[in-house]
């Protein structure tokens, strides 16, 4: 959500906090800005939409300056416009900002009182006001900064120049994340490792609380009660990660692509497919004296997780309890001594999965993080760090990150079950043998991208659509209605089969498509009740299936997509991806921004 970017450097900066902008463009934004001192004066130049608008404005304006500031801004007050859009000026003093200000209305009429005049409808311009409010009393401007700060509620991250001191910027960090590049002679300040990678491998990441003054030639970071804090300097992952679309037209359809692979590696990371075995974990809990596990996400994230819970229960026969994190952090849950807690992000960012987090870690559980991002908040505050190896995920929507969580958790749930005993040898190789197929079975799926395409073609004509699933395929079928609503904006429903006659049979008519997930197994004969129900009243069927399902069905469908036969452990590792597939296809064809829906964001570093 939003990004950060600052450099002070020895060549002119605007070019390149452009360019590190772009490659924080999957966090999602809708306005644009770049600041710089010019001449001893704070110049800037913003723009409504996307990066090449702000680009079209810098070609016809352009910013001199060897110190600048810029931002990507996904708007939380007020509308998403130019006036906006960051970076926010006050007498000498340029603030970009991620996260939100709790107590801005109260600080706004604080400054109103004293003076001062808004010009924007942002949480953020209250910190450029105070600031400014320090400075006009005599504070210098990194006393200016710290004093400002300590006035600040809620979750942000700040980057802060002062037009009287080309050789400052202050970044500070409570909530979403920042990192600090070092260079030779000049240094950077952006939302992640990614942002930096044209420029720097080396990077310090700075903890919540933290606020740093950066300089060109040196780096010191403070907690919010001024006292110098040591923080370690890095070799970052996400330098060697050259983010481009390849040869496909989007991020998502690449990302799609690339499954087969990352499934690959992220199952290699967890088991021994030689041996058959899954691999010991340095875990800080024993799954054998288990009582219970808890796991929080959100949204995707969540979904795998409940697929999760169908794997823990199923094969290692331990409860699990799951919440989505926003519920999970206020419902004051009780938590036993004897459980275990596992958080599934993405980012490792998610606010609300990270104060779940330490809601966790407050009453004394030990903590797992599933997360595609190692050096994230999340991995960092637990104790173990699992992590999916799907490297960097642009597109919003998530896709590959999805596949390979599922992937982790049943790994972890096949190490769970040969430790309470609840599988024999024989059996854990028999599922390890299987997990081992996911790839083969992947890219096989993959092909049937033009009979996925046509159905697309029809489906981006309806206005609503239904997905039904039974057992793991329940949350798929919520994961299908996501992913769809998500990038094509159609609306879209997810349902336990067995409930399509406790209230969404009453939606079902012509104009009404219904996609089952149902491959052959052993509730598919329930499964195909449902359909003719659907089928009686007129509604249009979509059926994925496998070469069994398919002949047993004997239901006049809109269309059938059949998969590969496959193993009940990997079938919703290898459902999601048409799934995924019919998502994009549609959105394509609905003419919509699929990397970048409107008013999403990648990663949702506030509430």
């Known amino acids: 959500m939003c990004g950060i970017v600052g450099i002070v450097g020895h060549t002119p900066v605007a070019p390149l906090i452009v360019d590190a902008l772009k490659r924080l463009e999957y966090r999602g934004y809708d306005s644009a800005g770049v600041a710089t001192i010019e001449h001893g004066e704070l110049a800037r130049r913003r723009a409504e939409g996307k990066l090449v608008n702000l680009e079209r404005r810098l070609k016809d304006e352009p910013l001199d300056g060897l110190i600048g500031i810029g931002h990507t801004r996904w708007a939380t007050h007020g509308v998403p416009n130019e006036t906006n859009a960051h970076p926010h000026f006050s007498n000498g003093v340029a603030i970009v900002h991620n996260g939100i200000i709790e107590?801005?209305?109260?600080?706004?009429?604080?400054?109103?009182?004293?003076?001062?005049?808004?010009?924007?409808?942002?949480?953020?311009?209250?910190?450029?006001?105070?600031?400014?409010?320090?400075?006009?009393?005599?504070?210098?401007?990194?006393?200016?900064?710290?004093?400002?700060?300590?006035?600040?509620?809620?979750?942000?991250?700040?980057?802060?120049?002062?037009?009287?001191?080309?050789?400052?910027?202050?970044?500070?960090?409570?909530?979403?994340?920042?990192?600090?590049?070092?260079g030779e002679g000049e240094m950077f300040l952006g939302s992640d490792a990614i942002a930096l990678a044209p420029f720097t491998n080396s990077i310090t990441y700075l903890e919540d609380g933290d606020w740093a003054v950066i300089r060109r030639n040196e780096i010191s970071i403070f907690d919010m009660d001024g006292?110098?804090?040591?923080?370690?300097?890095?070799?970052?992952?996400?330098?060697?990660?050259?983010?481009?679309?390849?040869?496909?037209?989007?991020?998502?359809?690449?990302?799609i692509h690339e499954q087969p692979e990352v499934i690959s590696h992220t199952l290699a990371h967890y088991l021994d497919f030689a041996n058959g075995r899954s691999k010991p974990l340095d875990l800080p809990f024993d799954f054998a004296?288990?009582?219970?596990?808890?796991?929080?996400?959100?949204g995707t994230a969540y979904l795998s997780g409940l697929v999760g819970k169908y794997?823990?229960?199923?094969?290692?026969?331990?409860?699990?309890?799951?919440?989505?994190?926003?519920?999970?952090?206020?419902?004051?849950?009780?938590?036993?001594?004897?459980?275990?807690?596992?958080?599934?992000?993405?980012?490792?960012e998610t606010a609300d999965t990270l104060a779940s987090l330490r809601y966790c870690r407050k009453e004394g559980l030990p903590i797992g993080?599933?997360?595609?991002?190692?050096?994230?908040?999340?991995?960092?505050?637990?104790?173990?760090?699992?992590?999916?190896?799907?490297?960097?995920?642009?597109?919003?929507?998530?896709?590959?990150?999805?596949?390979?969580?599922?992937?982790?958790?049943?790994?972890?749930?096949?190490?769970a079950a040969e430790a309470r005993g609840t599988i024999s040898a024989e059996e854990e190789k028999l599922l390890v043998r299987q997990l081992a197929e996911a790839p083969r079975?992947?890219?096989?799926?993959?092909?049937?991208?033009?009979?996925?395409?046509?159905?697309?073609?029809?489906?981006?004509?309806y206005k609503h659509v239904l997905y039904l699933g039974r057992d793991t395929n329940y949350p798929l079928a919520m994961e299908g209605a996501l992913k769809l609503k998500e990038i094509s904006y159609i609306h879209a429903e997810g349902y336990a089969a067995g409930e399509l006659k406790h209230g969404p049979i009453a939606l079902i008519d012509e104009n009404m498509p219904v996609i089952v997930i149902a491959p052959h197994d052993r509730i598919f004969e329930k499964t195909v009740s449902n359909m003719q129900e659907v089928a009686a009243r007129g509604g249009k069927i979509i059926l994925i299936t496998d070469r069994k399902g398919a002949a047993a069905a004997s239901i006049d469908t809109m269309e059938t997509i059949v998969l590969p036969d496959v193993p009940e452990i990997i079938a919703p590792i290898i459902y999601a991806l048409p799934i995924q597939m019919l998502a994009y296809f549609t959105a394509v064809f609905m003419g919509t921004d699929v990397d970048q829906p409107r008013n999403l964001a990648k990663s949702v570093t506030v509430e």
């Open 311 to 348: 794997w823990f229960e199923r094969f290692a026969r331990l409860p699990v309890d799951i919440d989505i994190a926003s519920e999970f952090r206020y419902r004051e849950m009780p938590l036993s001594k004897d459980s275990a807690a596992i958080f599934i992000s993405q980012s490792g």
């Open 289 to 298: 004296k288990l009582d219970r596990l808890a796991i929080s996400a959100c």
């Open 103 to 182: 107590n801005f209305a109260e600080l706004r009429q604080e400054l109103i009182a004293d003076g001062y005049t808004f010009s924007s409808q942002t949480d953020t311009e209250v910190v450029a006001h105070l600031i400014a409010r320090e400075l006009a009393a005599g504070a210098e401007p990194v006393a200016a900064a710290h004093n400002a700060l300590k006035r600040l509620q809620g979750a942000f991250a700040l980057a802060i120049m002062f037009k009287s001191d080309e050789d400052l910027i202050v970044g500070a960090r409570n909530g979403p994340p920042l990192a600090v590049g070092h």
């Open 227 to 255: 006292n110098r804090v040591d923080r370690k300097r890095q070799q970052s992952l996400g330098t060697s990660f050259m983010v481009d679309k390849g040869n496909h037209r989007h991020f998502m359809e690449k990302e």
């Open 441 to 461: 079975f992947a890219t096989q799926v993959l092909k049937l991208d033009q009979q996925i395409e046509k159905v697309a073609r029809e489906l981006a004509h």
């Open 369 to 415: 993080a599933i997360v595609n991002v190692r050096e994230s908040t999340i991995a960092r505050e637990s104790d173990v760090t699992l992590p999916t190896l799907a490297g960097p995920e642009i597109g919003v929507a998530s896709t590959k990150a999805f596949t390979c969580q599922l992937s982790v958790l049943a790994a972890l749930a096949i190490r």
